[in-house]
């Protein structure tokens, strides 16, 4: 046999044994956030991330193979700490800590094989891998309350502006003849997830600048609390005005949809805008 072949194969048999012995200690981890993913709306885009952070690594695997290989102890002392903190995680049923411990473990192990320049190319890959671990829901809660009234209170006083006879007590609207009620769901923290996660993708692939990059990912958050007080306020309108209700049954999920897609049109132009200040605001 050739011994580069011969070489090639016995390569391609660690990788995959070491790939194989990753998933299998990690398995509770895999798991709780396939189970998280498959069971909320907020998370479903977990499913896409490995995928899509491999992707990325792909496109680079020109400039990677031309990196010269600098491993370095610092690796397995992370590896050693990551793992501590997913022994530790897995004995108190810590789901976040453990899911955590995947990204540092994956760290450690690229600083300890590879090195610390090869480690800073695939910061983001690594960064997209964050966002398929839910948010602890004691988090979760503490920043879907605040929201809701923060909502609630901005579509009541612009629904006042325009003429609608409207009260607030919280997060509850009253109207003369009906009462809304601005719910979790409608906080606007499940779309601000999902724009955050579309908007580091979208801006990664289509901006040259790590700036203007970042400035896209941060519009997320005001782009989702702007179309979900929209969202509120057409609710009102629509059932004041021409007593359609919007809130109830198929009517409300398409109206959710549009919504989204919405926010989806103001990323963009948010994109188009920056790419104005992007000399090589082309793909990589």
């Not at 050739?2 to 995959?16: E, G």
């Not at 503490?142 to 809701?148: G, I, K, N, R």
């Amino acid at each position: 046999m050739n011994p580069s072949k011969y070489s090639n194969h016995i390569s391609a048999f660690l990788l995959i044994l070491m790939v194989s012995t990753f998933i299998f200690a990690f398995y509770p981890a895999w798991k709780n956030l396939i189970l998280a993913w498959s069971s909320s709306d907020e998370y479903s885009h977990g499913f896409l991330m490995v995928p899509v952070a491999l992707y990325i690594v792909w496109r680079k695997k020109a400039k990677l193979v031309s990196m010269k290989i600098q491993p370095s102890n610092w690796g397995l002392a992370f590896i050693i700490f990551s793992l501590s903190c997913y022994l530790f995680a897995y004995f108190a049923e810590i789901s976040t800590l453990s899911s955590l411990s995947i990204v540092l473990v994956i760290i450690g192990t690229l600083l300890y094989l590879l090195g610390y320049p090869i480690l800073k190319e695939l910061f983001f890959p690594i960064f997209l891998l964050l966002f398929m671990i839910p948010i602890p829901a004691q988090i979760y809660s503490s920043l879907t309350v605040p929201l809701q009234l923060f909502v609630s209170k901005v579509s009541v006083a612009i629904a006042a502006l325009l003429g609608v006879p409207i009260y607030r007590e919280g997060n509850v609207l009253h109207l003369p003849d009906r009462t809304l009620q601005v719910v979790h769901a409608c906080s606007g923290l499940r779309s601000m997830i999902s724009l955050l996660t579309l908007s580091a993708v979208f801006g990664y692939l289509t901006l040259r600048s790590d700036a203007l990059r970042t400035v896209l990912f941060i519009s997320g958050i005001p782009v989702s609390i702007l179309v979900n007080i929209f969202r509120v306020l057409l609710l009102v309108i629509a059932f004041y005005y021409f007593r359609f209700d919007l809130t109830t049954g198929t009517v409300h999920t398409v109206f959710g949809m549009l919504i989204f897609v919405l926010a989806l049109i103001s990323l963009f132009a948010i994109k188009g805008a920056l790419s104005l200040w992007d000399k090589s605001a082309t793909p990589e």
